[in-house]
């Protein structure tokens, strides 16, 4: 974090004059706690490495001491996800579990997660949950977005017409928070058959797909013509549902605003 975001939170709290929490003390704190080696600063020209997006060469980011070691270590093992090892693989993916709610991996870590993709359905799916963990539960996403995409796209096409529900669900959630047309074009193939439709229908209705299924709606009015054209009806009628509920979605979240 940045100092200036530290202060932030100070002033969001319920009782910002509390003793302790004045913006002078918090600074001779930071320095009290730097000085001590429990918090390690880290200066412009360190950014990239830890995955810091920042243009401001005079910025400052503090990360504790123990963030700190654990982002060495994992930093040493990550490249065991590009191994054509499969167990090197998965006693990585435990690992990052093993340490979930201690350490969050930095933008540059994450790319690495991403090259795990590449491999069987149990690794996916397991390297599917690290990205959804960071990436829409956590904002942080990895630095190469390209990269990302291009391989839940390929996740998507490899596994669409297999019985791996959770794959498609992780992958169309990943992808809708990018607000990535591949959304779509999963759903138009979803739609083509009942049992799958009506199978992965609460994929197209979370939080993540809410935009991107309001954005392409020409698309989507019609696929639903075409669908009722084919007198495939009860598809027809659950894309008409998924549209209802990312529109009452975006509503809401417009209300909130």
């Not at 932030?8 to 910002?16: D, G, Q, S, V």
């Not at 123990?66 to 990585?92: C, G, R, V, W």
């Not at 991996?105 to 690290?130: C, E, M, T, Y």
């Amino acid at each position: 974090m940045r100092p200036k975001d530290i202060l932030k939170a100070r002033l969001e709290t319920e009782n910002p004059g509390v003793s302790g929490l004045s913006e002078s003390n918090i600074k001779r704190k930071l320095r009290r706690l730097t000085k001590s080696n429990k918090i390690v600063k880290i200066k412009p020209d360190e950014f990239s490495k830890f995955g810091i997006d920042d243009s401001d060469q005079k910025a400052t980011y503090y990360i504790s001491e123990e963030n700190y070691e654990l982002k060495a270590h994992f930093d040493e093992i990550l490249p065991y996800l590009s191994s054509k090892d499969e167990s090197k693989i998965k006693t990585t993916i435990n690992e990052i579990d093993l340490y979930n709610d201690f350490y969050f991996l930095d933008p540059k870590q994450l790319d690495k997660v991403v090259l795990a993709l590449d491999n069987n359905a149990d690794i996916v799916k397991h390297s599917l949950i690290v990205l959804d963990n960071n990436i829409i539960k956590r904002g942080v996403k990895p630095w190469n977005t390209e990269e990302l995409l291009e391989k839940l796209k390929d996740v998507i096409k490899r596994f669409r017409d297999e019985d791996n529900s959770q794959i498609i669900q992780l992958t169309i959630a990943l992808l809708g928070n990018y607000n990535d047309y591949a959304v779509i074009e999963q759903l138009k193939h979803d739609a083509q058959d009942f049992e799958r439709i009506s199978q992965h229908y609460t994929h197209y209705t979370s939080d993540q797909t809410a935009e991107v299924i309001d954005k392409y709606r020409t698309d989507l009015f019609y696929l639903e013509n075409e669908l009722y054209q084919r007198n495939k009806e009860k598809n027809a009628e659950f894309v008409r549902e998924i549209r209802k509920i990312s529109v009452k979605k975006i509503k809401e979240k417009r209300e909130i605003k």
